[in-house]
């Protein structure tokens, strides 16, 4: 397996200050399995996660506050900084087979703070039609201190039910979520598990409650 693992500092714009003043970091983290089961897999893939340290702009507001403005502003940015990462990993968007998003909001937050930047569509229609994708997106999300890891599924980005491209990425970085952050990643894969082999819904055989 070969690990790389990149931080950058947001983007900058031509006066030298933040283009976006929320966003703290970005780490990529890619992985080859070159190995599995002391063979090859027969289908290689690389799989890839980008993750985005936000601001939280919702620390401090009340449990009834709307959530909509600030997702609207920060949500389609996200979705093209992690999804162009992505790509550039992966070697574009015909590689990409499949998909799946997550976010960990800090201690000084809520989980619904963390749902709000990846279950709109502001970032899931858009991250798919990034990645040219038709899948409803798979997504984990949850509240920690900072340097907790979390498992990212995924599935095939067209074709949900194929069962050979069931599979996660740990998602870590290692000072964040900070109680006032969040912590946002989108995945993604060029194929399926190492020597995929359970077969799928058109080689299943009948299985029922009634002949079990």
């Not at 997106?137 to 920690?144: K, L, P, V």
Request: charged content about 20%; some cysteine.
């Amino acid at each position: 397996m070969t690990l790389d693992l990149e931080a950058r500092p947001a983007a900058a714009d031509p006066t030298g200050g933040a283009a976006h003043p929320w966003l703290r970091r970005i780490c990529l983290f890619r992985e080859e399995t070159l190995l599995e089961n002391g063979s090859a897999p027969a289908v290689p893939a690389v799989r890839a996660s980008v993750a985005a340290v936000i601001r939280n702009p919702w620390v401090g507001t009340s449990a009834v506050r709307d959530l909509a403005p600030e997702v609207a502003a920060m949500a389609p940015v996200l979705a093209r900084e992690l999804t162009d990462r992505l790509l550039a990993a992966l070697g574009g968007v015909d590689a990409v087979e499949a998909f799946g998003k997550a976010a960990i909001v800090g201690t000084g937050g809520e989980v619904e703070h963390a749902g709000a930047l990846i279950h709109t569509p502001y970032f899931g229609n858009l991250m798919r039609d990034f990645l040219a994708g038709e899948s409803i997106i798979c997504f984990a999300d949850t509240r920690a201190d900072a340097g907790e890891a979390l498992v990212v599924p995924m599935w095939h980005k067209t074709h949900a039910a194929t069962r050979s491209h069931y599979q996660t990425v740990s998602a870590r970085v290692a000072d964040a979520p900070r109680a006032d952050e969040i912590v946002v990643v989108a995945a993604a894969s060029t194929g399926p598990r190492p020597h995929a082999r359970i077969g799928d819904r058109s080689t299943d055989p009948a299985v029922s409650a009634t002949t079990h």
